[in-house]
Nanobody, 122 residues
């Protein structure tokens, strides 16, 4: 398994969760990483991306609430989610991009992990 996300669960609105994604060194090194989500009945959408140099990019609705980070030593990707809303409910997946630059386009990612479900109750 090259990408494995975990940390999802059930949380009340206003609460917090931290998602983690373990990556193989081969796909983590020198590549940007990203988080995407897919809500029931909706298409997958971009959430956040971080470049190899840790420059970040966020979807507008999560700016100021979510924070993406990476631990180069441990080949780990994180998504800290605060002030969660019911509309954040989705399956969250981590992905590795083809290059070092942060990107919101799913077609720029060539490795995808199995998602983890986040449910936010009102």
């Amino acid at each position: 398994v090259q990408l494995q996300a975990c940390g999802g669960g059930l949380v009340q609105a206003g609460g917090s969760l931290r998602l983690s994604c373990a990556a193989s060194r081969r796909i983590f090194s020198n590549n940007a990483m990203g988080w995407f989500r897919q809500a029931p009945g909706k298409e997958r959408e971009f959430v956040a991306s971080i470049s190899w140099k840790s420059e970040t990019l966020y979807e507008d609705s999560v700016k100021g609430r979510f924070a993406i980070s990476r631990d180069t030593n441990g080949n780990m990707l994180y998504l800290q989610m605060n002030t969660l809303k019911p509309e954040d409910t989705a399956v969250y997946s981590c992905a590795a991009a083809r290059g070092p630059v942060a990107t919101s386009r799913s077609t720029n990612y060539n490795y995808w992990g199995r998602g983890t479900l986040v449910t936010v109750s009102s």
